[in-house]
């Protein structure tokens, strides 16, 4: 079975400071790892992925992840937070064609 | 690229009444089907996923039910609302035969009241 730990439902950082958002999974298979993102009021959108290869991720918004397999992590970063960051990030985990489990979500608030 | 439709955005329902929330799906052919619920505070919990027309799986039991009428469109009912069935319903898809990248409706808040 699958199962993905996102530690800290809530993190707050400054507006330029640097934003890590951390997620350990659990998988008897080689993952597939992802980051999704929900903004106030909306659905969810994928942020970035990763399948095979490159163990550094990079995604849309400057945010990039790494997946290290020695810690079963895939932890969430982005150098320079900025206000519209500000959302909610979902770990999921999945094995290839298998659906998508996720964690339990951590909210990201930027203060000027 | 795929569109999703969810309708409504919010709804406040009282308790014991009946429930219909559906989601359309423009720009693929049979794509994977999902219903999620977010609870507040919590995590999204998979409701149920469908492969195909009346081809659909329960990931949890519980008070709802869905249906596959058509390819394109799904369907969460319930016939008698709990006040536990109050939080925020997620519809997605994914396509090419691929759980992984699904794409996500904008949404339904239900309120139980």
């Known amino acids: 079975a699958q199962s993905v730990t996102q530690l800290g439902s809530h993190v707050s950082v400054s507006e330029g400071a640097l934003v890590l958002l951390r997620c350990n999974y659990s998988s008897s298979v080689p993952p597939y790892l992802f980051w999704y993102v929900q903004y106030p009021n909306q659905g969810l959108q994928l942020l970035l992925k990763?399948?095979?290869?490159?163990?550094l991720v990079k995604g849309i918004n400057g945010f990039e992840a790494e997946f290290k397999k020695s810690e079963t992590s895939f932890h969430l970063t982005k150098p320079s937070a900025h206000m519209s960051d500000a959302a909610e990030y979902f770990c999921?985990?999945?094995?290839?064609?298998?659906?998508?489990?996720f964690g339990q979500g951590t909210e990201l608030s930027v203060k000027p | 690229s795929q569109t999703i439709h969810q309708w409504p955005a919010t709804l406040v329902q009282p308790v014991g009444s009946p429930l219909s929330l559906e989601c359309t799906v423009e720009?693929?052919?049979?794509?994977?089907l999902y219903w999620y619920r977010q609870a507040a505070g919590r995590g999204l919990q998979l409701l149920f996923y469908?492969?195909?027309?009346?081809?659909i799986s329960s990931e949890v039991p519980q008070n709802l039910s869905a249906s596959r009428p058509q390819d394109r469109q799904f369907i969460l009912s319930s016939k008698k609302l709990l006040l536990s069935d109050s939080g925020f319903y997620l519809c997605a898809c994914s396509s090419g035969g691929s759980h992984e990248k699904l794409f996500f409706g904008s949404g339904t808040q239900l309120s139980v009241l």
């Open positions: 990763y399948t095979t290869g490159a163990t």
């Open positions: 720009g693929t052919s049979n794509p994977n």
């Open positions: 999921a985990v999945s094995r290839p064609g298998g659906k998508l489990i």
């Open positions: 469908s492969i195909g027309i009346d081809q």
